[in-house]
Structure formats: C-alpha cells, structure tokens
C-alpha cells in the first residue's frame, strides 16, 4: 500500500483501465484536468515520473504517473496548494512510502 493511500490528502481515483500501460499527454491531461502545459511544468520540476519520452518528444506517462498527476491537481483545486507547498508535499509522500516499504522488508528479519 502506497503512503498515498494511508495518509490521503485528496481522494485519487484509478487511473483508466484497458490494457493500456503508458498513456501520452493528451490522455494524462483528460485524465488529471490539468493543462498539457502545465503537465509538462511539473514534469521539468520532477514532481511527477515521465514514463517515457518518444523521439518526437512527446511525454507518456505510467498509471503511477497519471494518479501522481491527479493527486497534484487535487492539492491545487482543493487545497489551493502552490507549487512550493505541493513540491513539499509530494516529496515528504515519497519519502514515507520508502520508509514503509523499508519497514516491510525488515519487520520478517526482526521477527
């Protein structure tokens, strides 16, 4: 379970499902609300993983992505976050999902 998922700031709903496991940015834009624009801003501030970048430079992103995206969208519409404060955010998130995944892989070893 994702730090996302126990510590909810904003509820995230499942990235779109069907098979598909890369989504360009025009999907990543529908999906989150955000602007391609801005979409392309948070990826330059490395607020949110850019699965993979196509030799015409186009951005794909994973579903870890999308809900990345959608979660930051969340933190700007319904929290009226700003960038320095969803940057914060989104960094202490990660850091505490490492350190949970570092408490599953050692809580057999104290066992």
């Known amino acids: 379970m994702s ?3 126990y510590y909810a700031i904003c509820t995230v709903n499942d990235p779109p499902r069907g ?4 989504f360009d940015l025009e999907a990543a834009a529908e999906y989150s609300g955000m602007h391609p624009e801005m979409i392309r801003e948070f990826g330059r501030a490395h607020l949110v993983r850019i699965a993979h970048l ?3 430079a186009s ?4 579903r870890d992505g999308l809900a990345r995206l ?3 969208e969340q933190l700007r519409l ?4 700003n960038l320095h404060t969803i940057r914060f955010v989104v960094r ?3 850091r505490l999902e490492a350190a949970e995944r570092e408490l ?3 809580r057999p070893l104290v066992r």
């Not at 098979?19 to 890369?22: A, F, H, I, N, S």
């Not at 951005?59 to 994973?62: A, K, R, V």
Request: proline residues 0%.
């Open 92 to 94: 202490l998130l990660d």
């Open 104 to 106: 599953e892989t050692m």
């Open 59 to 62: 951005l794909y992103f994973d």
């Open 54 to 56: 196509s030799k015409r």
């Open 3 to 5: 730090a996302e998922q």
């Open 70 to 72: 959608r979660q930051i």
């Open 78 to 81: 319904q929290r009226r976050a």
């Open 19 to 22: 098979g598909v496991d890369l």
